[in-house]
């Protein structure tokens, strides 16, 4: 069965610091996902990522794909307001989407 | 492109009714749609995959009976949450994936109160 574990649960930071967020999952998948979802809305598609060693990168946000560790990270360079949001990664295999638990972002003033 | 709508975006509905919410590509083809529940704070979970033209894969745990799934159309899928009850409520997310390629694109949601 394919598990997607995020870290951490819950993050509060201030503005203009870096952090990290990571995402492993148990089994080898097709591509993973990195997606944003503001209160009441749906998902954003924020990356997707293909292969061992792929990076992406837009605006603060960078993610990175290690495949042979079975790990993804989404880094925040020098955090603002706006991007306050619940962060989901996900993993794709066998045509399904299975979504982590999200990492909830308060990025303080 | 990949335009994914939802309808309605909200309801509100007493216990026992049955509530259908639409599912539509707007301007790509989704051979397979898929659809999510998300409780408050709670992670998306995969209720079931709608396939044009044949019957829905139900995840486990899901009641193929009172959550019934129509994919009548390369554009088109319908939940139809039966005999709802309070603990139905919540936000129901559809996807689509188009027949060119393996991403899905999300709806915008239905939120679903049960009274």
């Known amino acids: 069965e394919l598990k997607v574990e995020q870290n951490p649960l819950f993050l509060s930071m201030q503005e203009g610091k870096n952090y990290t967020i990571y995402c492993n999952y148990s089994?080898?998948?097709?591509?993973l996902y990195w997606y944003r979802q503001d209160p009441g809305k749906s998902l954003e598609s924020l990356f997707v990522?293909?292969?061992?060693?792929a990076v992406k990168q837009e605006g603060r946000l960078m993610a990175s794909l290690d495949t042979k560790a079975r790990l993804s990270t989404l880094h925040i360079t020098a955090a603002v307001h706006d991007l306050s949001a619940t962060y989901f990664c996900a993993v794709d295999r066998d045509d399904k989407i299975i979504f982590g638990k999200g990492t909830r972002l308060h990025i303080l003033p | 492109g990949a335009v994914v709508s939802q309808h309605p975006s909200w309801v509100i509905c007493k216990s026992g009714t049955s509530v259908k919410i639409e599912c539509r590509s707007l301007?790509?083809?989704?051979?397979?749609m898929f659809w999510y529940r998300q409780f408050p704070k709670q992670s998306l979970m995969l209720m079931a995959t709608s396939n044009e033209g044949s019957k829905a894969t139900y995840e486990q745990g899901v009641e193929k009976d009172k959550f019934l799934i129509n994919h009548a159309s390369l554009t088109l899928s319908t939940l139809t949450v039966t005999s709802a009850h309070p603990e139905d409520s919540s936000f129901y997310i559809c996807?689509?994936?188009?027949?060119?390629?393996?991403?899905?694109?999300f709806g915008p949601g239905t939120r679903l109160t049960v009274l």
């Open positions: 990522l293909l292969s061992n060693g």
């Open positions: 996807s689509a994936r188009p027949s060119w390629e393996l991403e899905q694109f």
């Open positions: 301007d790509f083809q989704a051979t397979t």
């Open positions: 089994t080898t998948s097709d591509r």
